[in-house]
């Protein structure tokens, strides 16, 4: 926790800032600048990060990328690809110019200041003008639209979708319109646009909206915007605009930058003259400014599938989240959370087969009954099914909230056969970002492995293994176990390996929760039933979820765990806080000489004896 | 706390045990001998209680119920029962109050470090005449075991009766909550916990205790400025000269990418709690959190109410978490909110809109009442409205606009809980 108080040091600043193509990190995974930061445990956990992440990125692609990448680094300074310099290329060269001539800089500087000055003025005029603004883009390309509408967003504007007199101003990349007699000159001075249309005006403007639109002549959205007395601005203008606003060589950003800020409190000491350092340290973040980000980067991982990233927008720290989903044909396929067909009671976020099928049985029976009381004119009485299908009539009627396939044209053989698919292997690229590995003792990797495995089975995407005890499988299907197979696309050799971690440790310290146990159990009888243990693994091997055909194994089984339990001493792994190490059993750790000698030095427990003293019964 | 803490998470069904009043029932084997070894290894321990069964386990401690054997040499204040039935007893039976008394006895496991320990019993300690919290009775310790004894309470467990809650129960039920929640987070702390396991709620008392105070912290602890605290004009101006900003106005793009070999140092924040009830600033790793992650928490077991879904959220992992609540907010609120803490949430996962959904509309699809058959939309009764009303107050993103305890208990939706009591009060003196 004290760390994070500490300003990192310039040298942990450099660290941050800077990517090197791979290749130039020789031994990225050993170096001892590596080693120093990163602990021990997050070195695994990157070295399966980059496991899974090999599957989506061909290792064949780095050599063109690196080319490319230094290509369009020389072209992004030195600017010698031929194509006009743009407004960016010209501030960096005339920072540049500031720092190369040093000895005339007096008056170069004062020059600056005055120009910067000029520029905070009017950053700060329009800072306080966009919020009121509401765009509307006209005959823009969408990535040009996006990206616009999304830094005119940052500054407070909004966007409207649909033409409407909501609209203070339309960017346009069409000729604009001449102006109607009255109207003020709107479209070239930047500097003095007059604010946005009067609130008050608004009011009263519908009148004026609708004839404006009813004016057949001049359908044109231009023409009408000039009627509206909105300001039409060309793309380019707008653009204009935004860069200015977000020029940062004004230095206002970095007097108030947070002190989190390694490199924006490394600036303010430097001053102005690290302008050039500050945009080439932005550079160092983002990349070259001018990279075409369409060609894959050896050192920055291109998010193509669907996505959530969640990422510091200083760039000081690490991402907070990364995930990437395969992409789907259907968004319902999709393993991302979303609302699913459940039944009442159940989680909402977790698709339940069971609810669906029982819903099916439901309605096949309730249809039967009404085929029977069809000359009864009777308010039909709300039955769970029926409940279930207005469930399911919700799910359809809205698109946001996720469906199975309709299962009237889809039979519920459709869903009973789901189970026997081969899980698919479609590399799922998941990392948390924070790089920590499962933790004995924390429940964190009691869920993460714990669902997927029960009678020493893979559970997968809401499937719930039939082969075990109904409080276990109660517990799963209430708990995680029957996820709607977010991990699912894990491939086989992933799911052998947590599989181990599972076996070995698979209980936390907490978990001697009862079914818990019983499950423990489960998987340790495994070994002497070496014959069906080989006969699921191999179906394992071949890509199938184990079903156990067998019912009466089923229900002999419980009496088998409870015999067990009692003979067996079950392991209690977790991870002791006072000898700061895990271990794979409580009781043996509990009484270790490390553990017992802090356990008997009196200076470990002075702080807290004091306090039992004011707790002492009364 | 160390690092352990900083990667706490809880499952929601975790420690469901603790709610489970199977303690008369017939003790499992497993369970004698665990009693039996403690009882062994805490020398003293049989004199002064008497254990009666294993009641709950959570991620550091056990829960035993146990018959205080030395009850009557102390002061029982803690007690709240005791002076209501001493009041109908006669003399005699006085005399002869052999009725055994109970208590929790919650073993901490050995592996927790001293800090910890002192932590949860010190702001325990500091609670100890709050409202609805849980009393410490006393706490103890034979080398490195300690114990702390807390009185037992008689309450039902939250999955037998949260699919039949009313609007009037409901009320109750959170009023006794944020009374809870109103004198903890007087103190300035943070419970971070708050889920239907750690609130001992009695239906039929309408009274409920809040236990647990194992994840819990003062606030201010290790703050780091965030976002979120500033101005909204200042936080406007830090947002558009963000590195992020900057590269926005310079990439002609649209596809993200992330760095691969990040050395950057991750961003540390506090979020031990419960997975599903954890609020979007502890998912987003927010470094000044306070006492209003509570009342998100407080937020989701009410959706849960309302909804009859239990639990809400699935949570896998702090990902899934996040994008749950999405699910629901919608997109733009998101990242509103990330904003609000510094940070840029970039999402194309097709199922989240931007806008969201209403909450009626929620509860009114978990309930199975969408369309009828006539296909006339339905709508949530008026006591519903009213709690889905008080209900976004609660699941309000922004940390400083989420309602706090004390308005809350002001709140006409609660409010009105103290209306219907005394109707039945009358009801019943009619009788």
Known sequence: MAAVSIPPSPHIASMNTRRVPLANLQNATNSPLRASHVGGKRQRSHASEQRDIAYGQPPSKKLAIEVDDAESRRNGLGRRSGAPPNAFQKKLEAAR???????????????????????????????????????????????????????????????????????????????????????????????????????????????????????????????????????????????????AMFNTETGEQVTDAPTRRGAGGLQSKLGRQADLQTLLQNEKINGPLDRDYSVANQDLIQLRGYYVYIHDMDEVTRPVMVREYPKVAKKEEGKWPQFRASGAGKCPFVDDPHHVRRAQQELEEKARVERVQTTRATVVPRTRAAAALAERRALGENNNLAR??????????????????????????????????????????????????????????????????????????????????????????????????????????????????????ALNQEPTQATRAAKRKAQETLGYIHEDEDEEKAVRRPALIRRRNTKEKELKPGYCENCREKFNDFDEHVVSRKHRKFANTQDNWDVLDKLLIQLERE | ?????????????????????????????????????????????????????????????????????????????????????????????????????????????????????????????????????????????????????????????????????????????????????????????????????????????????????????????????????????????????????????????????????????????????????????????????????????AGVILLTLLSRRFPFFHSADDIDALLEITAIVGKKKMKDTAFLHGQVLESNIPSYTEGGHTLEKIILWCTGRTKDETGAKKELDDDEKDAAKFLYRLLECDPAKRITADEALRHPFILQALDEGEDEDVDLMDM
């Open chain 1, 97 to 243: 110019e500031v720092k190369a001539v040093p000895k005339r800089s007096e008056q170069v500087q004062q020059a600056v200041t005055a120009n910067l000055d000029n520029i905070r003025q009017w950053q700060r005029h329009y800072r306080k003008m966009f919020p009121e603004f509401v765009f509307y883009f006209e005959s823009i390309p969408e990535d040009v639209r996006s990206k616009v509408s999304r830094q005119a967003q940052l500054l407070g504007a909004r966007e409207v979708k649909f033409f409407s007199r909501e609209a203070t101003h339309v960017i346009t990349t069409r000729p604009i319109p001449a102006e109607l007699e009255s109207s003020s000159s709107t479209t070239t001075s930047s500097t003095q646009a007059k604010g946005t249309v009067n609130p008050a005006q608004l009011e009263t403007k519908k009148s004026v909206f609708d004839t404006a639109l009813q004016k057949s002549g001049h359908g044109d959205i231009l023409y009408k915007a000039r009627e509206l007395r909105m300001k039409i601005w060309s793309a380019e203008k707008l653009q204009r605009m935004l860069s």
């Open chain 1, 404 to 521: 199975r396939l309709s299962m009237n044209d889809q039979p519920s053989q459709q869903i009973d056969a789901k189970p026997l698919d081969p899980p698919k292997v479609v590399p799922t690229k998941r990392s948390n970002t924070d790089g920590m590995p499962p933790m004995f003792g924390s429940a964190q990797a009691s869920i993460r492995a714990m669902p997927r495995f029960a009678g020493g089975e893979p559970v997968a995407s809401g499937i719930q293994p039939s082969n075990i005890t109904s409080a276990i499988r109660s517990q799963m299907i209430s708990s995680t176990a029957a996820a709607p197979g977010a991990r699912v696309g894990n491939s086989k050799e992933v799911n052998q390996l947590k599989r181990k971690v599972f076996e070995k440790n698979s209980a936390p310290s907490t978990n001697s929760n009862h079914s818990m146990n019983e499950m423990r159990v």
């Open chain 2, 1 to 297: 706390m160390g690092e352990h803490l900083f990667e706490e998470s809880r499952d929601p069904l975790e420690e469901s045990g603790a709610t489970m009043d199977s303690s008369d029932e017939e003790i499992e084997e497993t369970v004698a001998e665990d009693m039996a070894r403690f009882e062994d290894s805490f020398v003293g321990i049989t004199k002064r209680y008497r254990l009666i069964n294993r009641i709950g386990e959570g991620t550091f401690s056990t829960v035993y119920k146990a018959e205080d054997l030395e009850y009557s040499s102390f002061d029982n204040k803690w007690d709240v029962d005791e002076p209501e039935t001493r009041k109908w007893a006669s003399p005699s039976q006085k005399r002869r109050s052999r009725r055994p008394h109970y208590v929790a006895i919650k073993k901490i496991y050995v592996t927790s470090s001293p800090i910890r320990i002192f932590n949860e019993l010190e702001l325990l300690h500091d609670l100890r005449s709050s409202d609805s919290v849980c009393p410490l009775i006393t706490a103890f310790r034979h080398q490195d075991q300690v114990v702390a004894v807390l009185p037992y309470f008689q309450h039902r467990d939250f999955r037998d009766y949260y699919r039949d809650m009313s609007i009037g129960d409901i009320r109750l039920y959170f009023r006794s909550l944020f009374t809870a929640l109103r004198s903890v987070h007087a103190k300035k702390i943070l419970h971070r916990d708050i889920k239907p396991t750690n609130f001992l709620y009695n239906p039929q008392l309408a009274r409920g205790v809040l236990v647990d105070f194992g994840l819990a912290e003062r606030q201010g602890t290790d703050w780091v400025q965030c976002n979120c605290t500033l101005q909204a004009e200042d936080r406007r101006y830090r947002i558009s000269h963000s590195v992020y900003a900057q590269t926005l106005q310079s990439t002609t793009s649209q596809h993200s990418s992330y760095p691969k070999n990040d050395t950057r140092s991750s961003r540390r924040a506090n979020r031990a709690g419960t997975r599903g009830f954890r609020a979007p600033e502890v998912l987003l790793k927010c470094t000044q959190q306070n006492t209003s992650i509570d009342m998100w928490s």
